[in-house]
């Protein structure tokens, strides 16, 4: 398999850390004038290239080696502590430190799905928004778009949603 830049590198140690896939992408590229959405994007179109997600996997499984926890023991202390928690109600904080411990080692891993690659602007925006009128949405839709408003027009899109229920922005 053909070696990783430096880039995709950092990227994956990132996200072996258990940094999510924007932050990684943030660290490890230059984003800074990127939106969210491409962030996004581009993130997820890295973890899908299978070198990037074998390099991910190894490190992961090198660091739950180091620490010395494999899924069998943590399931066991976590077993074991649970029980203990059952009868006196007082093991809350140990059974959090155990389920870090796994996740620090790389054993749980939040997945999320990134349902806005299928959707159209529009669709994205009411979702965000909660609805297809009214100044969250045209202003989240500007944002879908890549098109972000100058602040004196988010101003004047609120004005003209408020108009006499609050004194008007100025």
Do not use: C, W
């Not at 943030?26 to 939106?35: K, L």
């Not at 529009?122 to 009214?134: K, Q, Y």
């Not at 972000?148 to 004047?156: L, N």
Request: net charge negative; glycine share 8%.
């Amino acid at each position: 398999m053909p070696a990783l830049t430096d880039k995709q590198d950092k990227f994956a140690r990132l996200v072996a850390r258990g940094e999510s896939y924007a932050a990684a992408y943030r660290a490890a590229y230059d984003a800074e004038n990127m939106v969210d959405a491409t962030v996004y994007s581009r993130a997820s179109e890295l973890m899908a290239d299978s070198k990037i997600a074998v390099r991910v996997d190894e490190l992961r499984d090198a660091g739950a080696k180091k620490a010395g926890i494999t899924v069998e023991s943590a399931l066991a202390e976590l077993d074991e502590l649970m029980t203990e928690a059952r009868k006196d109600k007082t093991h809350g904080a140990a059974v959090r430190a155990s389920e870090l411990k796994g996740k620090l080692a790389g054993l749980y891993v939040e997945k999320t799905e990134d349902v806005s690659q299928n959707m159209s602007d529009e669709d994205l925006a009411r979702s965000i928004a909660g609805d297809d009128e009214g100044p969250a949405y045209e202003i989240v839709l500007g944002l879908a778009r890549g098109e972000p408003m100058p602040p004196e027009r988010v101003v004047a899109i609120g004005n003209r949603y408020l108009g006499d229920q609050a004194e008007q922005v100025a």
